[in-house]
Nanobody, 121 residues
Framework: QVQLVESGGGLVQAGGSLRLSCAAS????????MAWHRQAPGKQLELVAE???????TYADSVKGRFTISRDKAKNTVYLQMISLRPDDTAVYYC???????????????WGQGTQVTVSS
């Protein structure tokens, strides 16, 4: 089993910046991809950004040019750098790991507990 711990959320004013972190621990695993999702009240879960094992990244249209996803392999940590934040970025942000267990080779889909981002106008 793999555990994901998110941090870095908080309350910021519009135009401000935050950096979210997601640290993975537990069983040894092979990294396939990590994604950040978000869910605002009353709305569906939305894919925000994704990074794959070869470093390829994708972003939702609403965050392109403002958010950057990156990975620190040595720390088993993925980051989401957010700048020029807007009130409609307000949501709970979740990290999601697609990985294969190194011992069993079983594929897994892991989720963090979420971290709240609130952007005031």
């Amino acid at each position: 089993q793999v555990q994901l711990v998110e941090s870095g959320g908080g309350l910021v004013q519009a135009g401000g910046s935050l950096r979210l972190s997601c640290a993975a621990s537990g069983s040894t695993f092979r990294f396939n991809a990590m994604a950040w999702h978000r869910q605002a009240p009353g709305k569906q879960l939305e894919l925000v950004a994704e990074i794959t094992s070869d470093g390829s990244t994708t972003y939702a249209d609403s965050v392109k040019g403002r958010f950057t996803i990156s990975r620190d392999k040595a720390k088993n940590t993925v980051y989401l750098q957010m700048i020029s934040l807007r009130p409609d970025d307000t949501a709970v942000y979740y990290c999601n790991l697609d990985a294969d267990d190194a011992v069993s080779a079983q594929a897994g889909d892991y989720w963090g507990q979420g971290t709240q981002v609130t952007v005031s106008s």
